[in-house]
Nanobody, 125 residues
Framework: QVQLVESGGGLVQAGGSLGLSCVAS????????MGWFRQAPGKEREFVAA????????SYADSAKGRFTVSRDNAKNTVYLQMNTLAPEDTAVYYC??????????????????WGQGTQVTVSS
């Protein structure tokens, strides 16, 4: 069992930055790829970024490339999402998710076994 708790969301002006954190409980964190997803009002949940269990491989949605950076610290059971140059269209609830053990980082929602409750990110224009 893995429990995930996100933090770091808030209100920021367009062009600003925010850093999200997701702390995981459970001993299998270091064996799982971790992903970040987001869901805006009235829209489907969409992939943002993912990182391999070792941290050696990352994957990003086109909308996140060049602006967002995913990282992890397995000693702290924590995955991070640094978001720069934010725009109003980045407004959403952001979720972290833990993939099944030893699965690669992926944008496929069904590959993720555990989800956090989400943290709200609002970008004002």
């Amino acid at each position: 069992q893995v429990q995930l708790v996100e933090s770091g969301g808030g209100l920021v002006q367009a062009g600003g930055s925010l850093g999200l954190s997701c702390v995981a409980s459970g001993r299998s964190f270091s064996l799982r790829a971790m992903g970040w997803f987001r869901q805006a009002p009235g829209k489907e949940r969409e992939f943002v970024a993912a990182i391999a269990w070792s941290g050696g491989r990352t994957s990003y949605a086109d909308s996140a490339k060049g602006r967002f950076t995913v990282s992890r610290d397995n000693a702290k059971n924590t995955v991070y999402l640094q978001m720069n140059t934010l725009a109003p269209e980045d407004t959403a609830v952001y979720y972290c998710a833990a993939a099944r053990t030893f699965q690669p980082p992926t944008e496929v929602t069904a590959n993720y076994e555990y989800w956090g409750q989400g943290t709200q990110v609002t970008v004002s224009s």
